[in-house]
């Protein structure tokens, strides 16, 4: 058994476990090839994590995240996850890594690819800008070419904003850094509302309780696949492309053993 956990929590949906366990299934097997320890499973719930006594500290002996066994066993802590000492392998986002001290807490190993999602390119991904279907006069908004983002100021001013988190680079910093750019800011909006994740975002604005969202390419996808919701919100913007959601390992995995990290994301993705 090994000693290591993984996790790859940010597009995990309920309908997407079985292609989500493939995927990791893949990426074991060239792990192991490499002589790395790559656990069986993935983790995803507080159950899974092994405790820590005492909660996770940093090199100076801060605790900066809480022993997973005093969690709610059957969610998922994400900060509690990124920060374990065990993790091998995990996924984030840029948000948290620039604006909780993240990235001083983990090690980057490498980049997904977001080729063949609208509003992807290679590395990097840009957010679907949605409304409900009917409140505006527009039809689907498609994906620059470009980096540049399309935001169509006239159509969201003093709307009612559903974001997922404030520290999401997809559905919160990077529109808020867009509209900065814009001589703008997020007192565009009428309300700004916390929603807790893209798929409950995207339902609030088809039920009416707010008008406009950011939803990450990727989740916009797995939404027109999976949320009936989808079916009754219209993409009319897009958001600028950003650099896609980090895959990481723990602080104290050996340099060896993150480069070995790198080398099979490397050969997995040249397959």
């Not at 996770?56 to 709610?72: E, F, N, Q, Y």
């Not at 997020?186 to 409950?200: M, T």
Request: proline share 7%; glycine share 8%.
């Amino acid at each position: 058994m090994s000693d290591f956990i993984a996790a790859l929590p940010m597009y995990d949906w309920p309908e997407m476990h079985d292609e989500v366990d493939a995927q990791w299934a893949r990426l074991r097997t060239t792990f192991r090839q490499l002589g790395l320890d790559a656990p069986e499973r993935l983790v995803r719930r507080n159950a899974d994590l092994p405790a820590v006594p005492g909660g996770i500290r940093d090199a100076s002996a801060t605790v900066i995240a809480p022993d997973p066994a005093t969690l709610p066993p059957e969610e998922l802590d994400l900060p509690t996850l990124w920060r374990h000492p065990q993790l091998l392998f995990g996924q984030t986002c840029w948000g948290p890594m620039e604006s909780t001290g993240l990235a001083a807490q983990v090690k980057v190993i490498g980049q997904p690819n977001y080729d063949g999602i609208e509003g992807g390119r290679g590395e990097h991904y840009s957010s679907a800008i949605v409304v409900r279907r009917g409140s505006v006069t527009a039809d689907h908004a498609h994906a620059p070419d470009g980096d540049a983002p399309l935001i169509p100021l006239d159509l969201i001013r003093d709307k009612r904003l559903a974001f997922n988190s404030h520290d999401s680079m997809s559905g919160f910093i990077g529109i808020s850094r867009d509209l900065a750019a814009m001589g703008e800011g997020l007192r565009i909006f009428s309300e700004r509302i916390e929603s807790g994740g893209h798929r409950a975002s995207i339902i609030s604005i088809a039920e009416g309780r707010a008008d406009v969202a950011a939803i990450d390419c990727q989740s916009w996808a797995l939404a027109q696949r999976f949320e009936p919701a989808a079916r009754d919100v219209v993409v009319i913007g897009w958001t600028a492309k950003r650099k896609g959601l980090p895959y990481i390992t723990g602080l104290n995995t050996p340099p060896v053993s993150a480069t070995l990290l790198n080398l099979a994301l490397s050969q997995a993705a040249a397959h």
